[in-house]
């Protein structure tokens, strides 16, 4: 059954020019915040949203910001692109064309603590760069949001199974052949994503030595732990957060350092509500 919902990858709109050369980004070392500029100035309804947020009372300026270059220098590179990032993909996949639409509000505020969470932890390890983690914590459930999106009726079996059978969320998964983070993986590779983030979406569960970015989906793990455990949004899987202790290792994150990051996303809890508001409006 996993394979139907993968072909029918195939047939889902391909990813919008401005996204796909946000995320380009991503794998060219030599980019800068110039470059991002002329990608925003070059899409008039992203430039708008840009300005938007950068005016809002989450960043609260005194002075009204006018330009897409004034906003990259107020802002900065990396907190552009990200805006940037999580406006076009909550654009391309909005929450108000899905059946549920609360609970794809919902999965999408938890993917934007989970993308938090993992910038944070790749802070205090510096196991992978930060843009790479956001990105690879902001896309992790995207097999989730896929199959809320286009297969409504599939995730509603699968919770009537969770319910009726007493299964934890993983395990249905499985019993239905319908693992979302393989089929995010699929999508990520259908798009052509660098393959850091089709490793941190796609072996975010389930890491093992064989994979060329480990630390990534290390990363996104445990960024995916502390989002779960914060209770932030709704990821759809109901079992007790858990993390894995080779992750942990991996990423040589103690227990103190993992008590720190997880103070660290507490204290951000508002900012996080408040950027995923602002997303949902745009």
Not at 100 to 111: D, T, V
Not at 141 to 155: H, S
Not at 247 to 275: F, H, P, Q, T, W
Request: net charge negative.
């Amino acid at each position: 059954m996993q394979q139907r919902f993968i072909r029918g990858i195939r047939y889902l709109p391909t990813l919008p020019t401005v996204l796909a050369q946000i995320l380009a980004l991503l794998n060219d070392e030599k980019s800068s915040a110039r470059d991002m500029e002329h990608i925003i100035t070059h899409d008039q309804s992203l430039s708008s949203k840009v300005l938007t947020v950068a005016n809002s009372a989450y960043y609260g300026f005194r002075h009204k910001i006018v330009t897409v270059r004034r906003a990259v220098v107020a802002l900065g590179y990396e907190e552009i692109r990200n805006i940037c990032l999580g406006a076009s993909l909550m654009g391309f996949l909005h929450p108000s064309t899905f059946k549920n639409k609360q609970y794809a509000e919902l999965l999408w505020l938890h993917s934007v603590c989970a993308a938090d969470a993992s910038r944070i932890v790749s802070n205090a390890t510096k196991s992978c760069e930060t843009d790479i983690a956001f990105t690879a914590g902001l896309l992790h459930d995207l097999g989730k949001v896929v199959l809320a999106a286009f297969f409504p009726e599939e995730v509603d079996a699968l919770r009537d199974l969770m319910e009726k059978e007493n299964l934890g969320y993983r395990q249905a998964e499985y019993a239905q052949d319908m693992d979302h983070a393989q089929i995010g993986k699929a999508l990520c590779e259908y798009w052509d994503l660098p393959p850091q983030l089709v490793e941190g979406v796609g072996y975010h569960h389930d890491m093992h030595s064989g994979l060329d970015f480990y630390s990534v989906p290390a990363t996104v793990h445990v960024g995916d732990f502390l989002a779960r455990e914060s209770q932030l949004g709704d990821s759809g899987n109901t079992d007790e957060p858990e993390v894995k202790e080779r992750a942990l290792k991996k990423l040589g994150l103690e227990n103190s350092m993992l008590e720190a990051c997880r103070a660290e996303l507490d204290g951000r809890r508002a900012k996080i509500v408040s950027l995923w508001q602002m997303l949902l409006q745009l």
